[in-house]
């Protein structure tokens, strides 16, 4: 069996006609195989040398010989600092977008204090709006999402037909799955959400037929425990599920899919609320502390 002595990398998916490159060569001399954009940059930069230089109401021609000679110079290297190409075959001049949007001041700053406005620090993450009725997230790649909070079904206690019933509903599920959206989850360690708990306890209150002074004493002593002690100093699991499509067609019909699935059945799901911009906030917050916190 004949040995490839040379293989052909085949052009990258998202490439474009401006990626494709050209050789530009007479009896073979010339440079090397060159994309079409790096091309274009430097046909531009020579035409706006030429401008500078041969305008007649230019300041760099009425400088004399000398000084054409010294800004030309400087324009070269200018012009070959701009088309350098970095590993990932990108030029030195796109980089400058990014450059300008980190100059201001509020582009380098996030505050992150509890009063503050969380939108900074949603950029940080990637993510650009989220919507306050419905709770999409839109990310900076174009890509959108719909945060869950989760509770699966799996455990070591299970009985093996239950493990089989699991694998195989979680196996069908992700068979309907198309090929533009995607689901990841978070883990994390929070203090336990006591909001039911609170809402049950009021309830409860507004609920007596008879108020007193030792009753309202007793019902403000468990609300206090319940917010500030089990709300905050005891932990628990969390799990977040983050369902992503490329586009919110296919965000949409994933979230039907999943919709269908946790009213179907509780082999996969046992229970995903949704989350809404309020709810984003905590489970971020924990990525980013201080460092006494992470201790």
């Keep these: 069996m004949a040995v490839k002595s040379s293989y052909k990398i085949p052009a990258d998916i998202d490439s474009n006609y401006l990626d494709m490159e050209i050789a530009i060569k007479k009896n073979d001399i010339g440079i090397r195989p060159t994309p079409v954009r790096v091309v274009l940059t430097c046909l531009i930069s020579l035409f706006l040398a030429f401008f500078l230089v041969f305008n007649g109401n230019s300041i760099i021609r009425e400088g004399g010989t000398g000084v054409v000679i010294l800004f030309l110079i400087c324009w070269i290297l200018l012009t070959l600092l701009v088309i350098h190409r970095d590993g990932t075959n990108r030029m030195q001049i796109e980089f400058l977008p990014a450059l300008f949007g980190y100059i201001p001041k509020s582009a380098r700053k996030v505050v992150t204090r509890r009063s503050s406005n969380a939108n900074p620090f949603f ?3 990637g993510i650009e709006d989220i919507d306050e009725k419905t709770g999409m997230v839109t990310y900076s790649d174009g890509s959108y ?9 799996a455990s070591v206690l299970l009985f093996p037909e239950d493990k089989d019933a699991i694998l195989t509903r979680v196996d069908n599920f992700y068979k309907n799955m198309a090929s533009d959206c995607e689901i990841i989850y978070m883990t994390t360690r929070e203090p336990q959400n006591v909001s039911r708990q609170l809402a049950h306890l009021i309830a409860q209150y507004k609920a007596l037929n008879f108020q007193s002074a030792d009753m309202n004493k ?10 500030e002690y089990v709300g905050k100093e005891f932990k628990s699991t969390h799990q977040y599920m983050i369902i992503k499509g490329d586009n919110r067609e296919a965000l949409s019909t994933l979230n039907n899919l999943v919709i269908a699935e946790a009213e179907a059945s509780s082999l996969m799901f046992r229970q995903c609320v949704p989350m809404y911009k309020e709810d984003l906030i905590t489970p971020l917050s924990l990525i980013y502390k201080p460092m006494y916190q992470s201790k």
């Design 218 to 227: 007793l019902v403000e002593e468990q609300y206090t425990t319940l917010k």
């Design 145 to 153: 999402a719909y945060w869950y909070a989760v509770v699966g079904s």
């Design 123 to 125: 950029g940080i993450v």
